[in-house]
């Protein structure tokens, strides 16, 4: 059974850092196309981020480029998203999506507040 978890979300302040992990059983993501979305209250779920299984290539929304990297490691079985320079915006709940289609597994979210 396949099970993604996130994990590494919490409360920052304005300009901080935050590194979220998700961790995948019973899938390879260097098979997947892996996603990060998010979900601020009262707004639809956003696409922010996704790496391609071949290649690793890499694509951003425009309001995080150039402060959010997204990156996988093989050993660990794990794709990160690196967020820094977060703002008061950035808050949601994140969710990562592996798919290789036409199956896709979510992950159940983990919280990211960025409040001062």
């Known amino acids: 059974q396949v099970q993604l978890v996130e994990s590494g979300g919490g409360l920052v302040q304005p300009g901080g850092s935050l590194r979220l992990s998700c961790s995948a059983s019973?899938?390879?993501?260097?098979?997947?196309?892996v996603s990060w979305y998010r979900q601020a209250p009262g707004k639809e779920r956003e696409l922010v981020a996704t790496?391609?299984?071949?290649?690793?290539?890499?694509t951003y929304v425009d309001s995080v480029k150039g402060r959010f990297t997204i990156s996988r490691d093989d050993a660990k079985n794990t794709v990160h998203l690196q967020m820094n320079n977060l703002q008061l915006s950035d808050t949601a709940v994140y969710y990562c999506?592996?798919?290789?289609?036409?199956?896709?597994?979510w992950g159940q979210g983990t919280q990211v507040t960025v409040s001062s």
């Open positions: 999506r592996a798919i290789r289609w036409p199956l896709q597994h």
């Open positions: 019973g899938l390879f993501f260097s098979s997947n196309t």
């Open positions: 790496i391609t299984g071949i290649g690793g290539s890499t």
